[in-house]
């Protein structure tokens, strides 16, 4: 394999190991949602203040998603 001649069989031991740190949080949070019991009912309502922030980052999101362009040159 390229990786043993290339001396960096530490970097894919690293990624195996963030791998399965990975599935294990993640499969944490599917075992919560799924098969779990709520110990409160959700109210299925968010704050003024919530739902302001997520209007704004709807409205500002998708233009940077189409048009990045612009924001560098207004860093630079």
Known sequence: MA???SDLVW???AAVLMSVV???YYLRVV????F???TEPASGRA?????AVLVVLAGVV???GVLPGPVPALVQ
């Open 22 to 24: 990975s599935v294990y």
């Open 62 to 64: 998708p233009p940077l």
């Open 36 to 38: 779990r019991e709520r």
């Open 47 to 51: 704050s003024p203040a919530t739902a």
């Open 11 to 13: 970097l894919v031991v």
């Open 3 to 5: 990786v043993e001649r």
């Open 31 to 34: 075992v919560a949602m799924c």
